[in-house]
């Protein structure tokens, strides 16, 4: 097999090309700085909620369907207290319903009921 020598030299030449064009893109890369900023990432502790005093409130034609469940929530000591609650009745639902509070008392209407014997948790999620 025969190369002819104007295909060596463009093949050479090529290569060389792309090499200077490769390393110019390092060294413009490694030659960016980044200005010292303030931010970062770190731990603290979260304080949490005590839950009780819960009522669920269940379908007046058919008492097999919760239409509502109502709660305290009570922030631990140094805490606030939330201003926003959501609550779910179904472990691998997903589902958070909306709560609002009243009177010292969060409400959550349970869009479309739930089955009684499907509900397998209440899981609150309060933040402030």
Known sequence: MYISRS???RFILTTVF???LSTSAYAFASSNTMTVSGAGD?????????????????KA?????????????????GGSAPTTVKATLIASSGTLF??????DTWSCTVGGGVNVADANELRVVAVQ
């Open 7 to 9: 295909f060596k030299i």
């Open 18 to 20: 792309i090499l200077f």
């Open 42 to 58: 770190g731990v603290g502790a979260i304080s949490g909620y005590t839950v009780d005093n819960i009522h669920y409130t269940l």
């Open 61 to 77: 034609t058919d008492p097999s369907i919760i239409t509502s469940v109502a709660f305290s929530v009570t922030p631990e000591a």
């Open 98 to 103: 909306n709560c609002t509070l009243s009177a």
